[in-house]
């Protein structure tokens, strides 16, 4: 997977391999290879939501605003 991807991008293509996968009729050898891409899309997605949360807590902080806290239960 290209590190170039925007978030919106990854979100995108993620949920085009879902509803690949939910058609049902699909080789397994594909369906191995597409879920694993599916993975990687959905880590790439985590990482860059948990870059933007830290970059935001950076700039809160920073400014003396309230610091900004997201509970694991959020991240679902």
Not at 46 to 60: N, R
Not at 61 to 72: A, I, L, P, W
């Amino acid at each position: 997977m290209s590190g170039k991807l925007t978030f919106e991008e990854a979100l995108e293509q993620l949920e085009m391999i879902i509803k690949r996968l939910e058609e049902g009729d699909i080789p397994l050898e594909e369906a191995l290879e597409i879920y694993q891409k599916g993975m990687e899309l959905s880590k790439a997605c985590h990482d860059k939501l948990k870059y933007a949360e830290e970059k935001l807590t950076k700039v809160l902080t920073e400014n003396g605003e309230e610091e900004f806290h997201v509970s694991e239960e959020d991240q679902a």
